[in-house]
């Protein structure tokens, strides 16, 4: 039985959930990555659990992973950073097949422990096809979470309007009151 995810952020595209596994609650840091038991749950919460073991290698290479896009996510098009992430996505590779269903592909590691993380970091490069200017970091100043925007017109703001979104509507209100 996996433990329950405490993150006040879950489901976002595996490269961004990924990075939401550090969150400020409470003006504590937080951080579900540092041992194999908040490896399991994230493991769990991507369906990954299945394909991946959670232990001290794969942590080790998971939390690689997590640097390596944070610095990117944080310094688009920054050369380190970039050069971090293409070292992740070259511990595996795609293998094409054909199944009774079709074309298929299949990912292929040397190191099976580097698997979540060359995950995390391929999905990115999906995020990156798709739509590059919806990849978000919350407005929130005390907030860290990432999320995708998936709104009709691209402009949501805030990891969480219940969270985050209500805090700075209630600081402002909070300003304006003050004011008057």
């Known amino acids: 039985m ?8 879950t489901g976002e595209p595996v490269s961004l959930d990924l990075l939401n596994t550090r969150w400020i ?17 994230w493991l769990a919460a991507n369906s990954l659990e299945g ?3 959670a232990d001290a290698a ?20 920054d050369p380190a ?4 992430v293409d070292a992740v996505l070259g511990h595996g590779r795609i293998r ?6 079709g074309p298929g592909e299949e990912p292929e590691f040397a190191d099976p422990a580097w698997g979540p993380g060359w995950t ?31 709104s009709r017109n691209g402009t949501r703001r805030w990891c969480s309007m219940a969270a985050c979104g ?3 509507k209630a600081a402002r209100h909070h300003a304006r009151s003050k004011e008057a």
């Open 2 to 9: 996996t433990a329950v995810d405490p993150r006040p952020l």
């Open 120 to 150: 995390a970091a391929r999905d990115y490069l999906d995020l990156l096809r798709t739509a590059p200017d919806r990849i978000r970091a919350c407005a929130h100043e005390a907030c860290i979470l990432h999320f995708f925007d998936t």
């Open 166 to 168: 209500n805090r700075a």
């Open 81 to 84: 950073a970039t050069a971090h």
């Open 58 to 77: 794969t942590l080790r290479h998971t939390l690689a992973a997590r640097d390596a896009l944070a610095a990117l996510v944080d310094r688009p098009g």
């Open 96 to 101: 094409a097949t054909l199944t009774a269903e």
């Open 25 to 41: 609650e409470e003006g504590v840091r937080r951080d579900l990555l540092t041992g194999v038991d908040g490896l399991a749950v």
């Open 51 to 53: 394909r991946f073991a």
